[in-house]
């Protein structure tokens, strides 16, 4: 039974989903898309701000587990959601069909991944998770005159619908050998020796997971809906639904022992070195930037697929750092695209020649691009730097030489990418000025870019307090 | 503290460069300018005030040190330690920042501010390298120099080549080092990990790795992830790719600092890091690193004999030379590791003097190819003589201090390996031929075009004597500088000759 302090520890979700209520409920009364954005945010910070309150209280509701994970799930859901409803307010601001409903979506979004995050149990997992990916359909095909965002929007849709049924198919098969759908439980059941018929169920789990997570083999719905999707759309594909999905795929592989299984881990290891090599080099010669940070996106989900692998202690405080400093530097990327494009056209300006030059003329932005840039590929004294010193000391740590290897030849590989985005931001080429929408920008939005930029920063060269807290809160998860 | 503020003071310059661009187009020059002496300043009076007998024993190892907690969730510290090498090679890089603020004066005309924002940062992040004893904290400079270098190459490389070569050179370079980065990362990793399951504590501390207990199998490898990210970084050859292009490519500014410090950095990576973190190893592996050392002698000189390009030629040569480095370092002898310090100094004063030369020249002729000159000495007043002195300084000539270098890495090796000697002392004589055919076919020789070209202006007199008087000095009484060294290089020297392996597998 629910209890009072099962509610507060709920409290952040409950926030989100009335948030979303509210925006509904303000929509059909009267559209408002300055009042809706003020309300999401609003909405999303007191969540975030409820977050030590709801961590403090001992809450167990049942189907969900808050713990460390959890938390830091959370944590990182809402500071991403937060960041992308700030910047869709000017990014939808010269887009001339209905705007508020983008929110609501988002609310939705962020409410599975809140969920999803927490989830202890294949049925409150399974909700969620079509809570999160639901909207993102809807969000990713907003813009749904334009063809390449329709385009976007049904080919998620169909493939994410094909990866749901594996993932069905998974928890089915498990649930009939054990008889469990409680993730605790369900470890217990398959704690003995593991049958042909639970590695299956445990391996379509993965493919189903491993979809939303655009490892390859499973990746060919990731350049198109990074490409056609509205940029905040894309960004919640790259942030929230990513992070949340990995944190509960890292927390199935740590609770339940099938994982642990010889060939199981090598199909992963397998699946980590291909995404590797094959997302950094899909991306070499992309001209498109939003494609080329889908692909890079690929390479950084097999680079945190090692902490799957490795496990222990040490890979929860990995995943948690690299997550954090991977998103921050995401954030970075795609504010700049948010920023730069306008949506009046429906397009995004997300072709690399839009960026060409573009120091001389907004120097900041440039500056934030080139230190996304230089984090996503790991350079000291940005955020990226520590999350790839992370991934490669567990690697070292857990004698697993094949991915450190692998995370060496990938991390040269894209390194030529990023550097190619880096060099144009610089490129002076008189006649190829791009007019860029920066009129109308509010204050909020650039404050919200300073914040990534600095935070960028700061964890690439005072990183402990937030280490530290990331060690704290993966020595506080209960599943170890 | 003030070693802290060594590393800062670069940094904080190079932001104020950018931002006083707003206030005039001379301003970021002069900061610059004056960031550099200062970094200058501070080292001449450390070293004139210090006492360089006296440290390198039990209880004061250093002859300055600052550490505090960086990260204590690895055991990491910013720890900054000062020793006679690491004087001179800061004292080094502030005096060739300065001249390379001084070469582009006139050469970098766009975007000014941004340019010394580069340059000081990449000048900051060596000092860091030199000072840094955390291993950790020495990865971060070490990849911290390569991002501005990166964009001195691509935004300001040379317009004379065709616009996409000069980003390639730079992508080839920065690719390179930081793949070789990596792999020291992971030995490093690797290195720290395998010192906690023994000892149970988890530390970067470059004292507590010292006596790190490595398993034999392991500790080559460590030693090899070490010696590649030093190997691209020196060049030694079969890792050399990036650097004719990076020179060919680079504005002098940058060739200066290139040339001048950050391949020293590789050496003195080799002294401060391989070999004393691996004594045992890398005494096994002194036989092939003296092969490769002996191998980029001759394979430098022998394409520098074959170039069109003058900065190639010179990037070729210094191939060459760094080839005498590396069989010094691992020759385990104090006179060769001594001579080695020695021609890394003159090495940097000759190839920097050599880079704004044909920065120099390429200001008034517009070329960097050699077929398109010839007959220059009667046609510019005073900088042939100066180019004639400094090839000379390149191809050892006695009372140079590159004469004195090359003869005690030569001297000091003969006894561990003789056979090395002997092939690397054709190098010297590939090293005269290259010289003089550059001397030749650019400035004597028929006159291509007519007429009479500026001489050197104050500023380029300055940099001229300052770097003539400076060869001189350290050729002629070098004394003062191995007093410096003296007792950095004896306990290298000294690791080598407790192993059970003697060195000198090649004779």
């Given amino acids: ?480 | 503290m003030i070693l802290f503020w060594l590393i800062l003071i670069p940094f904080l310059g190079g932001m104020l460069c950018w931002h006083s661009e707003r206030w005039g187009e001379q301003a970021p020059r002069w900061i610059a300018l004056a960031t550099m002496l200062f970094v200058l300043a501070v080292s001449v009076v450390l070293w004139a005030g210090g006492d360089f007998s006296a440290y390198g024993t039990g209880e004061r190892p250093w002859l300055l040190e600052w550490r505090v907690p960086w990260i204590p969730r690895f055991g990491i510290e910013i720890h900054l330690a000062l020793d006679g090498l690491s004087l001179i090679l800061i004292a080094l890089t502030g005096f060739l920042g300065a001249l390379a603020v001084l070469c582009s004066w006139k050469e970098i005309v766009e975007r000014v501010g941004f340019f010394h924002l580069n340059l000081l940062f990449v000048l900051g992040g060596v000092v860091g390298v030199f000072l840094a004893l955390d291993l950790l904290l020495f990865f971060l400079f070490w990849e911290v120099m390569l991002v501005p270098m990166y964009f001195l190459i691509a935004l300001w490389g040379h317009s004379g080549s065709p616009g996409q070569t000069r980003i390639r050179a730079a992508t080839r370079f920065f690719i390179y080092t930081q793949a070789s980065g990596l792999l020291m990362l992971v030995a490093i990793l690797a290195l720290v990990f395998v010192h906690y399951t023994s000892s149970g504590e988890i530390t970067f501390s470059y004292d507590a790795l010292l006596n790190a207990d490595v398993p034999d199998n392991l500790s080559f490898w460590i030693m090899l992830g070490f010696f590649i990210a030093f190997a691209v970084k020196l060049p030694v050859v079969p890792f050399h790719g990036w650097l004719p292009d990076a020179h060919a490519q680079a504005p002098t500014a940058g060739s200066v600092d290139l040339a001048g410090i950050l391949l020293k950095t590789a050496a003195y990576g080799m002294l401060r890091f391989a070999i004393p973190l691996f004594p045992e190893q890398s005494q096994a592996f002194a036989p092939v690193a003296m092969a490769l050392g002996v191998v980029g002698i001759i394979y430098g000189a022998v394409l520098a004999c074959g170039q069109q390009d003058i900065k190639r030629l010179i990037a070729y040569a210094s191939i060459s030379h760094m080839g005498f480095v590396l069989i010094a370092v691992y020759s385990g002898s104090e006179l060769a590791i001594q001579g080695a310090i020695v021609l890394m100094v003159a090495h940097a004063f000759s190839s920097a003097a050599l880079f704004i030369l044909s920065g120099q020249l390429f200001e008034r002729i517009h070329t960097r190819d050699m077929r398109r000159m010839g007959g220059l000495w009667g046609r510019i007043p005073v900088l042939p003589g100066v180019t004639l002195f400094f090839l000379a300084a390149s191809l050892g000539m006695p009372a140079t201090a590159n004469f004195l270098g090359e003869f005690m890495v030569l001297f000091g090796t003969f006894r561990s390996a003789p056979v090395v000697v002997v092939i690397a002392s054709a190098g010297l004589v590939l090293g005269a031929i290259y010289s003089l055919l550059m001397m030749q076919r650019v400035h004597f020789g028929r006159e291509q075009q007519p007429g009479l070209l500026a001489g050197p202006d104050v500023r380029e007199y300055g940099m001229m004597l300052a770097l003539i008087g400076l060869t001189l000095a350290v050729g002629l009484n070098p004394q003062p500088l191995l007093d410096t060294t003296a007792s950095m290089v004896r306990p290298v020297a000294d690791l080598f000759m407790a192993g059970p392996v003697r060195a000198g597998g090649m004779n």
């Fill in chain 1, 1 to 480: 039974m629910l209890t009072l302090i099962d509610l507060v520890g709920l409290l952040p979700l409950l926030i989100v989903a009335s948030t979303a209520v509210l925006v509904m409920l303000g929509v059909a009364w009267r559209r408002h898309h300055g009042g809706t954005a003020a309300v999401t945010v609003s909405g999303l910070a007191l969540a975030l701000a409820s977050l030590p309150l709801a961590s403090a209280a001992p809450s167990s509701p049942p189907l969900m587990i808050f713990d460390g994970l959890a938390l830091m799930g959370s944590a990182l859901v809402l500071v991403s959601g937060l960041f992308i409803a700030v910047m869709s307010h000017g990014y939808l601001a010269g887009y001339r069909g209905p705007r508020e409903e983008f929110y609501l979506l988002l609310l939705c979004a962020v409410t599975g991944a809140l969920g999803l995050v927490a989830s202890n149990h294949l049925a409150t997992l399974f909700i969620s998770l079509e809570l999160l990916s639901m909207p993102l359909y809807g969000m990713v095909a907003y813009s749904f005159r334009t063809e390449r965002s329709l385009e976007a929007g049904i080919k998620y849709l169909i493939l994410s619908a094909a990866a749901t049924a594996f993932l069905l198919f998974g928890m089915a098969l498990i649930y009939a050998r054990t008889g469990h759908l409680e993730l605790t439980a369900l470890a217990a059941g398959v704690a003995g020796s593991p049958d042909p018929w639970i590695l299956g169920g445990a391996a379509l789990l993965l493919v189903g997971l491993g979809f939303k997570l655009s490892i390859i083999p499973f990746h060919q719905w990731t350049p198109d809906v990074y490409q056609g999707g509205l940029a905040p759309a894309t960004t919640v594909v790259a942030t929230v639904s990513k992070l949340a999905v990995f944190l509960v795929l890292l927390r199935l592989v740590l609770v339940a022992p099938v994982f642990g299984s010889g060939w199981l881990l090598g199909l992963i290891s397998l699946l980590a070195l291909l995404s590797m090599f094959g997302g950094n080099l899909l991306a070499l010669f992309q001209p498109d930037l939003k494609r080329l940070l889908g692909y890079s996106s690929i390479a950084h989900m097999g680079y945190l697929l090692v902490a799957v692998i490795v496990g222990g202690p040490l890979a929860l405080e990995t995943t948690g750092v690299y997550l954090f400093t991977y998103i921050v530097a995401t954030m970075g990327a795609f504010g700049v695209i948010m920023h730069v494009s306008g949506t009046g056209s429906g397009e995004d300006a997300s072709g690399l020649h839009h960026y060409r030059g573009l120091f001389w003329h907004s120097p900041w932005l440039a500056a934030l691009l080139t230190l996304s840039m230089l984090s996503l590929a790991g350079i000291p004294l940005t955020a990226g730097f520590f999350g790839k010193f992370y991934i490669i000391a567990l690697g070292v740590e857990g004698s697993r030489w094949w991915l450190v290897g692998g995370i060496v030849i990938g991390s040269v590989i894209g390194l030529f990418y990023y550097l190619r985005v880096i060099v144009t931001l610089y490129l002076r080429e008189p006649g190829m000025q791009q007019a860029v929408a920066d009129a109308g920008r509010g204050r909020v939005e650039k404050l919200a870019l300073l914040i990534v930029a600095v935070s960028i920063l700061l964890l690439g060269i005072y990183p402990v307090p937030f280490i530290d807290w990331v060690a704290g809160l993966a020595w506080a998860a209960r599943l170890l």
